[in-house]
């Protein structure tokens, strides 16, 4: 498995919460509470963007586009970036500025002027000519290979509209208004068929401050060490062992793995062995001893010198502060 499919695997999302908006200007969305990683698109007309508590300038998406917003910040979806937020949503509870509180799926009111149309149950808004159409999802990462995840992007990326994530995104939309048995499950798994598509899209990109070890996946030999090590974590590397198996020499091999990540292979790999141990004390009711096997580590001290050294904390007080 190469490196970016480990790691989408295990912070497979989960909680994902997809709804449609459609609104007429002017019209702002507010929304607070937001979970680590959400995904905007745009499907029909524009809309800006912006992070209330990031420094970040606004956004304009055109239709196709799509806003990844990594870490929980607040953040408002509106026609313009002036335009003030005529709404708060909180989770499944929104509040109408200088109104009242309602459900903000089935049946909810539309910000902007008219009538409230039948379009859907995860629709909010209305659907009169010269609306805006827009899906947003939100989900939560799992455990530390998420957040390794969500270092890679920035605040707000803006993936710009290609075929790949446009057909994603129509198949998204046309699911997310219907009501059939299995849907929420079905959206779920479209969602993360759209956020996959969109984080390579944007990996791809020439501007994107990916890490090192991302930029070193498309060098041949590096990038095959790298999916060695992630394909077995727990088996006793060492460079010797991986440079004949990218055909180099072990010196030649170090070197160029060095100045390709930032760092020597076999600290790389204790560094995705603590993430791995990490997630599997919080996920699971295994010992720190069958912890430290799993990942490669003989016996439990080694491991957790190894893992208060990563994480400031021991394994077992990780266990209780993730539980």
Not at 37 to 64: E, F, I, K, Q, W
Not at 183 to 198: F, I, M, P, S, Y
Request: charged share 20%; aromatic share 4%.
């Amino acid at each position: 498995m190469d490196v970016l499919s480990d790691l989408l695997h295990r912070a497979h999302a989960r909680n994902a919460l997809v709804r449609q908006l459609i609104q007429r200007p002017p019209w702002a969305l507010a929304f607070t509470g937001a979970p680590p990683l959400t995904v905007v698109a745009a499907l029909g007309g524009h809309a800006s963007v912006r992070l209330d508590d990031a420094g970040v300038a606004p956004v304009r998406l055109a239709p196709g586009d799509i806003a990844l917003i990594g870490g929980a910040h607040a953040h408002t979806i509106a026609d313009s970036p002036a335009t003030p937020p005529q709404a708060v949503i909180h989770g499944e509870r929104k509040h109408v500025v200088g109104g009242g509180e309602g459900a903000a799926g089935v049946g909810a009111a539309g910000v902007g002027a008219g009538v409230q149309r039948s379009l859907g149950p995860r629709t909010y808004g209305d659907g009169l000519p010269g609306a805006t159409i827009m899906l947003r999802g939100a989900c939560e990462l799992r455990g530390e290979a998420g957040a390794r995840l969500l270092r890679m992007l920035p605040p707000l990326a803006v993936v710009p509209a290609g075929p790949r994530t446009r057909a994603a995104l129509d198949l998204l939309a046309t699911e997310v208004a219907r009501d059939e048995p299995g849907q929420d499950a079905v959206l779920h798994r479209l969602l993360d068929l759209v956020l996959v598509l969109a984080l390579r899209a944007w990996c791809a990109g020439p501007e994107a401050p990916l890490p090192s070890w991302h930029r070193a996946l498309a060098d041949p030999a590096v990038g095959e060490a790298l999916r060695l090590l992630h394909d077995r974590p727990a088996h006793r590397w060492t460079v010797a062992e991986l440079a004949a198996g990218v055909g180099m020499s072990r010196a030649a091999f170090a070197a160029r793995f060095r100045s390709m990540v930032g760092e020597p292979p076999l600290t790389y790999l204790t560094g995705w062995r603590m993430t791995l141990g990490a997630d599997l004390l919080g996920d699971t009711d295994a010992t720190v001893a069958a912890v430290a096997r799993e990942v490669g580590y003989e016996d439990a001290f080694a491991f957790s010198v190894a893992f208060k050294r990563a994480h400031g904390v021991s394994p077992s007080a990780w266990r209780r502060r993730t539980r």
